[in-house]
């Protein structure tokens, strides 16, 4: 499956963001998937992910009650609801797809499939 991100931009602190990822080429519904980000030349970190039928999701601790991860299965699309950002939060955000594990997966390694990234930035 190829996985494109979208949405990205400039919010200031205390704003909100919507940043989707449309899969083609692939049975989406084989898929968990995992929202990642990278900040300068730090490693990617884990941000939160969610399972092939919605019903479960983790949340990295810095995003758990300010971000949500939904997807939309009829639409081949995942998306990443982003509330109360701070300037920490700004960096190159990824989707990422894990194919046929039962649990979603918070580590890099545990993604097949990985998006161009979309870049977010908070500032005043």
């Known amino acids: 499956v190829q996985l494109q991100a979208s949405g990205g931009g400039l919010v200031q602190p205390g704003g909100s963001l919507r940043i989707s990822c449309l899969a083609s080429g692939g049975p989406f519904g084989d898929y968990n998937f995992g929202w990642f980000r990278q900040k300068d030349e730090k490693e990617r970190e884990f941000v939160a992910n969610?399972?092939?039928?919605?019903?479960?999701?983790y949340y990295a601790d810095s995003v758990k009650g300010r971000f949500t991860v939904s997807r939309d299965n009829a639409k081949n699309t995942v998306a990443l609801q982003m509330n109360m950002l701070k300037p920490d939060d700004a960096a190159v955000y990824y989707c990422a797809g894990q194919k046929f594990d039962f649990t979603p997966g918070k580590f890099t390694s545990d993604y097949d499939e990985w998006g161009q990234g979309t870049l977010v930035t908070v500032s005043s």
């Open positions: 969610i399972n092939r039928s919605g019903r479960v999701r």
